[in-house]
């Protein structure tokens, strides 16, 4: 009989994202009805970026986590398999949604800009571009997960060569 593998699950935390999420989509309706309607006037609630931080917060605890009861388990961390793990987790998605939003934005855009960012975005340094005031509108809130990676890059490797005192 196989066992089925244990996943980390913390029930009480579907609270925490569901406001991170509200906030976020809240702040993108109230920037878009402004922009759209701009005689409106609504004063916008710049409440994204607190749902951002408490997603970030979520997603490290969540990663160092994981990373804590693997090394709890096993003595170390296979960061082989740490990484073959986010790679299958977020990289399809996000490689097919750059790969429609880049052939909408061709078609519809001026493709020197596409050529001039697309590679942040395939790099996962989307929030390059996004610090720097520009990036491709359709994508530019892949900011976020270039983040997001930049973090698995390093945090693994961190607490691989951490010492137990």
């Known amino acids: 009989m ?3 593998k244990k996943v980390l699950y913390y029930k009480g935390l ?3 994202r569901a406001i991170a999420a509200l906030s976020v989509l809240l702040s993108h309706i109230i920037t878009g009805a402004n922009y759209i309607y701009p005689q409106l006037e ?3 609630l ?3 970026n607190y749902g951002v931080t408490m997603f970030f917060t979520l997603s490290g605890f969540l990663i160092s986590s994981l990373l804590l009861m693997e090394q709890k388990k096993s003595g170390t961390i296979k960061l082989k398999d740490f990484y073959i793990r986010r790679i299958l987790r977020i990289w399809p998605i996000y490689y097919l949604y750059i790969f429609i939003s880049a ?5 519809f855009l001026d493709t020197s800009i596409i050529q001039a960012e697309l590679l942040y975005y395939l790099t996962f340094f989307a929030n390059v571009p996004f610090i720097l005031g520009a990036g491709l509108m359709a994508i ?3 900011w976020s997960i ?3 990676e930049q973090f698995y890059i390093f945090w693994p490797w961190l607490f691989k060569n951490t010492k137990k005192s």
């Open 2 to 4: 196989v066992q089925a």
């Open 14 to 16: 579907n609270g925490i």
């Open 42 to 44: 609504i004063d916008e």
């Open 46 to 48: 710049d409440i994204a």
């Open 103 to 107: 052939a909408c934005l061709y078609f």
């Open 140 to 142: 530019s809130h892949l």
């Open 146 to 148: 270039g983040v997001e």
